[in-house]
């Protein structure tokens, strides 16, 4: 049924092939985890963001969704709808394995099993127009995106072949990003991610090229937050930024384009963690040896500020949910328990609509995060080698992430106050001339010129 629904959707998500702006071009930036309260800072240097603001519009913070992570609020800024229309809820597709058996995340999953409704590149390949993703999520075998250097960039792809034969990478390279191969450093892999945007925009000329970039959130994760790798971190991705400019101006396309840029959440330092499952464990719910699980009758699965309870046995979910909720309500390091029916007032689907989601939603105190490891005894410890975190509410100020856009149907000087990332692709879509009729945010008018 989900399928049909989808179809149907995208049969009304285009107007006709002449209302599609063919001689426009749109830049989507999101560079990972870039609080709106650095950007703020005047310190912070990013000479590039703050040019492309000058000359275009900026908002003082973006509003993100629920959950505050990388693959669902990637997904809402490519659909205009939050997680409970989306149905991203991880970064990548919770299994339920049964009874007795934890849940697992599967990454690589086809798209049109994540993604439930139609987004901008859908819209945009249904509307005739061409597209392109470097490091984009939730994109595998989409179908609709005609240039594609992924995450992990398959070695049969058209990019990548073309990059090969053109000198622009190495095969050594391309083994370092492949399973198996010797990972390099994210920063190592933001320049390839970004070389290989620069050329799919300079070779092939999309109508709409998705860019991210990820080195800034593993610092954030590591330092922690405006601290000097912080910044470095951001003035890193800020130079990248620059190298793609640089390739849309030798294109020769530089008037007809217009960036985006954005991210996907922002950052809450942090300072210890908190073990829901180990507390699953003292109450028996949880069987483990070692850093194994063996058995559980309910299982926490952990996204740093957020995590999810489920029972595993829907037989039991009666007799469970109501010892579940008193048992982790006095948990050390949890703040609030709120049971997944009323997922809706947070954005996010109800286990009815979504089999990834929970029967319950924990929330952590300021200071922690959420951790899945069942080694030990103490519900709570230090985290070490971990400073900062997302996925916590999105009424948090410390979530709130940047905007700016610029170039081809922006006005100039425009500043914006709060914005929300379900916004983000309604205004793209006005751009390009494209509907996206399940989208549930609006275009951000105040920012657009006339003749767009």
């Known amino acids: 049924m989900r399928a049909l629904a989808f179809l149907a959707l995208v049969?009304?998500?285009?107007?006709?092939?002449?209302?599609?702006?063919?001689?426009?071009?749109?830049?989507?930036?999101?560079?990972?985890?870039?609080?709106?309260?650095?950007?703020?800072?005047?310190?912070?240097?990013?000479?590039?963001?703050?040019?492309?603001?000058?000359?275009?519009?900026?908002?003082?913070?973006?509003?993100?969704?629920?959950?505050?992570?990388?693959?669902?609020?990637?997904?809402?800024?490519?659909?205009?709808?939050?997680?409970?229309?989306?149905?991203?809820?991880?970064?990548?597709?919770?299994?339920?394995?049964?009874?007795?058996?934890?849940?697992?995340?599967?990454?690589?999953?086809?798209?049109?099993?994540?993604?439930?409704?139609?987004?901008?590149?859908?819209?945009?390949?249904?509307?005739?127009?061409?597209?392109?993703?470097?490091?984009?999520?939730a994109v595998t075998r989409p179908g609709t995106i005609t240039w594609s250097f992924g995450e992990i960039p398959e070695p049969d792809s058209q990019?990548?072949?073309?990059?090969?034969?053109?000198?622009?990478?190495?095969?050594?390279?391309?083994?370092?990003?492949?399973?198996?191969?010797e990972r390099k450093k994210t920063i190592w892999r933001d320049n390839l991610w970004t070389r290989a945007a620069a050329y799919m925009f300079k070779q092939h000329k999309p109508n709409l090229l998705m860019y991210h970039t990820l080195n800034s959130d593993g610092i954030h994760h590591r330092y922690g937050p405006n601290t000097d790798p912080s910044y470095t971190a951001l003035a890193y991705a800020d130079r990248l930024l620059g190298d793609l400019i640089r390739a849309v101006d030798e294109s020769g396309l530089r008037a007809k384009t217009t960036f985006i840029v954005t991210t996907d959440h922002g950052f809450k330092p942090v300072t210890?963690?908190?073990?829901?499952?180990?507390?699953?464990?003292?109450?028996?719910?949880?069987?483990?040896?070692?850093?194994?699980?063996?058995?559980?009758?309910?299982?926490?699965?952990?996204?740093?500020?957020?995590?999810?309870?489920?029972?595993?046995?829907?037989?039991?979910k009666a007799e469970l949910i109501p010892r579940l909720k008193q048992l982790l309500a006095g948990a050390e390091g949890v703040e609030r328990v709120i049971d997944a029916n009323e997922a809706h007032s947070l954005g996010m689907p109800t286990p009815a609509e979504n089999q990834g989601m929970g029967e319950l939603i924990l929330y952590p105190k300021k200071g922690y995060s959420f951790n899945a490891g069942v080694t030990g005894e103490a519900a709570a410890g230090p985290s070490i080698n971990y400073a900062g975190s997302h996925g916590y509410f999105n009424g948090d100020r410390e979530l709130e992430g940047i905007f700016i856009a610029s170039g081809a149907g922006i006005k100039k000087g425009v500043h914006l106050g709060r914005i929300r990332n379900v916004d983000v692709a309604p205004t793209i879509a006005r751009l390009l001339g494209l509907s996206l009729p399940a989208a549930e945010g609006t275009a951000l008018e105040a920012i657009l010129e006339n003749d767009r």
């Open 272 to 316: 210890h963690f908190a073990y829901p499952n180990v507390v699953l464990k003292q109450a028996g719910l949880i069987k483990a040896a070692g850093p194994s699980v063996t058995h559980c009758d309910a299982y926490t699965m952990t996204q740093g500020g957020i995590a999810f309870v489920y029972v595993l046995d829907p037989a039991r």
């Open 11 to 137: 049969a009304f998500v285009t107007p006709s092939l002449s209302a599609a702006n063919a001689d426009r071009h749109v830049v989507l930036v999101t560079i990972d985890g870039f609080p709106a309260d650095l950007w703020r800072d005047p310190t912070l240097p990013v000479p590039i963001l703050r040019q492309l603001a000058a000359d275009g519009a900026a908002a003082d913070a973006m509003t993100v969704s629920n959950p505050s992570i990388t693959w669902p609020c990637h997904t809402t800024l490519v659909t205009g709808a939050t997680p409970q229309k989306h149905g991203v809820l991880f970064n990548g597709l919770l299994v339920r394995q049964g009874p007795g058996k934890p849940p697992k995340i599967e990454p690589w999953v086809d798209k049109a099993k994540l993604v439930f409704i139609p987004t901008l590149y859908d819209a945009a390949h249904a509307a005739g127009l061409t597209t392109a993703e470097s490091d984009w999520v």
């Open 159 to 181: 990019v990548v072949k073309e990059m090969l034969a053109a000198g622009l990478m190495t095969e050594q390279e391309l083994g370092w990003m492949r399973p198996g191969g």
